[in-house]
């Protein structure tokens, strides 16, 4: 069975930084590709970011609002991921979701993950 945790959100002025974390609970973490997926009230779910396991570490996605902003990463001895996020606008404030794959490559489809995080909140003020 697998579990992830998010962490980290908060409430934030226009162009600080944040950091999420996730805890990953399981025993597939260095395998499976991880992302992070946000949702704004009033609007659709939307892909943030994803990085792949072993063999696909290396191997990341974007999206465009995003790209050059925040930053996916992992710890694989930690089971930890991560989103490091810079230079936050309005724009960004939503609720963000941890998300798990059972397999290796990230990819910016909801429904190619299977694990799903309870979300945790990020407001960014004007």
């Known amino acids: 069975q697998v579990q992830l945790v998010e962490s980290g959100g908060g409430l934030v002025h226009t162009g600080d930084s944040l950091k999420l974390s996730c805890t990953f609970y399981?025993?597939?973490?260095?395998?499976?590709?991880m992302g992070w997926f946000r949702q704004a009230p009033r609007k659709e779910r939307e892909f943030v970011a994803a990085i792949g396991g072993v063999g696909w570490i290396d191997d990341t996605k974007y999206a465009d609002s995003v790209k050059g902003r925040f930053t996916i990463s992992r710890d694989i001895d930690e089971k930890m991921l991560y989103l490091q996020m810079v230079n936050l606008q309005p724009g960004d404030t939503a609720v963000y979701y941890c998300?798990?794959?059972?397999?290796?490559?990230?990819?910016?489809?909801?429904?190619?993950?299977?694990?799903w995080g309870q979300g945790t909140q990020v407001t960014v003020s004007s």
């Open positions: 399981g025993r597939t973490f260095s395998s499976a590709a």
């Open positions: 998300v798990g794959s059972d397999g290796p490559m990230p990819q910016a489809m909801a429904g190619s993950y299977g694990y």
